[in-house]
């Protein structure tokens, strides 16, 4: 999961299972950067078990890594489970669990959530702590928005006034990712090439997928890499494309993006790869039930 690219994200594929907590709670959670690897989390209590969750806006509903759920004392599998399509485009079934208590530290009271539970892809998430993985855009209900601000390090759920002078406090506009599903995704070029990106702050990195129309024009340029990423259903091998131009409203940078050399499928969002924390981790994110705008330092 934490390697980079995308993380366990379940993504738009999600829209027919049941959702959890409905119940947005507020207030003030601080944001932590795992160090060396920029993507953030939270401390929380799931079924009175402390935990640390993984905050990502790639993900549709909260979910449970296999280890933790493991260690619940009272909660089970309901029986049920739920097919997903990880970042590489694989269906992998994952659990339905009973209804659990979810508490996250510094935020208003939250109604027990029936989580996904994930199988243990990769041994980061249990090395570091992580139980679990939290969708921001769940918590943005009733008129409030939730605004992940990383500079400052803190998640906090105001007003629409609040939230724009947060914004308007730094100086590059990326300008609005538009909802679909239950992901949110961005116009951007890389070296020239359109691309719809899903702005994802469980990703370690930007990325491209292979079967893209921008990932097959540019995959000429790409070297082998030295290692994979980890999605859902496990490891997922990449090609890099080296020193490119990314730009998205008023932001131009040079990354090494990833490849990942993913399976062809067609999907209800589709999306050419993800915008990571290595953009976003200097950023402001302000997410909105249908919408998210997001402006960098």
């Given at each position: 999961?934490?390697?980079?690219?995308?993380?366990?994200?379940?993504?738009?594929?999600?829209?027919?299972?049941?959702?959890?907590?409905?119940?947005?709670g507020?207030?003030?959670?601080?944001?932590?950067?795992?160090?060396?690897?920029?993507?953030?989390?939270v401390?929380?209590?799931?079924?009175?078990?402390?935990?640390?969750?993984?905050?990502?806006?790639?993900?549709?509903?909260?979910?449970?890594?296999?280890w933790?759920?493991?260690?619940?004392?009272?909660a089970?599998?309901?029986?049920?489970?739920a097919?997903?399509?990880?970042?590489?485009n694989?269906?992998?079934?994952?659990?339905?669990?009973?209804?659990?208590?979810?508490?996250?530290?510094?935020?208003?009271?939250?109604?027990?959530?029936r989580?996904?539970?994930t199988?243990?892809?990769?041994?980061?998430?249990?090395?570091?702590?992580?139980?679990?993985?939290?969708?921001?855009?769940?918590?943005?209900?009733?008129?409030?928005?939730?605004?992940?601000?990383?500079?400052?390090g803190?998640?906090?759920?105001?007003?629409?006034?609040?939230?724009?002078?947060?914004?308007?406090?730094?100086?590059?506009?990326?300008?609005?990712?538009?909802?679909?599903?239950?992901?949110?995704a961005?116009?951007?070029?890389?070296?020239?090439?359109?691309?719809?990106?899903?702005?994802?702050?469980?990703?370690?990195?930007?990325?491209?997928?292979?079967?893209?129309?921008?990932g097959?024009?540019?995959?000429?340029?790409?070297?082998?890499?030295?290692?994979?990423?980890?999605?859902?259903?496990?490891?997922?091998?990449?090609?890099?494309?080296?020193?490119?131009?990314?730009?998205?409203?008023?932001?131009?940078?040079?990354?090494?993006i990833?490849?990942?050399?993913?399976?062809?499928?067609?999907?209800?969002c589709?999306?050419?790869?993800?915008?990571?924390?290595?953009?976003l981790?200097?950023?402001?994110?302000?997410?909105?039930?249908?919408?998210?705008?997001?402006?960098?330092?």
């Amino acid at each position: 999961m934490l390697s980079p690219g995308p993380p366990p994200s379940a993504r738009d594929p999600f829209a027919h299972a049941t959702p959890s907590g409905q119940a947005g709670g507020g207030g003030r959670a601080t944001l932590q950067l795992v160090r060396g690897r920029r993507v953030p989390l939270v401390q929380a209590r799931i079924a009175g078990q402390p935990t640390l969750l993984l905050v990502d806006t790639g993900a549709y509903d909260h979910l449970l890594e296999g280890w933790f759920a493991r260690v619940l004392q009272d909660a089970d599998a309901t029986g049920r489970s739920a097919t997903v399509v990880d970042h590489a485009n694989r269906t992998v079934v994952v659990d339905r669990w009973s209804q659990v208590s979810f508490i996250i530290d510094g935020w208003n009271a939250i109604a027990p959530i029936r989580p996904l539970v994930t199988g243990d892809a990769s041994p980061g998430p249990r090395a570091l702590g992580i139980g679990g993985i939290l969708s921001p855009q769940r918590l943005a209900l009733g008129g409030a928005s939730v605004v992940l601000d990383f500079p400052s390090g803190a998640m906090t759920s105001v007003d629409e006034a609040t939230a724009t002078a947060q914004l308007d406090a730094h100086p590059t506009s990326l300008g609005a990712a538009l909802r679909c599903g239950a992901t949110f995704a961005i116009d951007a070029t890389i070296e020239g090439k359109g691309a719809r990106l899903l702005v994802d702050t469980g990703a370690f990195s930007t990325d491209l997928k292979a079967t893209s129309a921008p990932g097959r024009a540019l995959a000429g340029r790409t070297s082998v890499s030295a290692r994979d990423i980890y999605a859902v259903g496990g490891a997922v091998a990449t090609r890099t494309l080296g020193d490119a131009e990314l730009k998205i409203g008023r932001l131009s940078v040079k990354l090494d993006i990833p490849l990942v050399l993913d399976h062809p499928r067609a999907a209800r969002c589709p999306s050419d790869g993800v915008l990571g924390m290595d953009v976003l981790e200097k950023c402001v994110l302000v997410v909105d039930e249908m919408k998210m705008r997001i402006a960098c330092d």
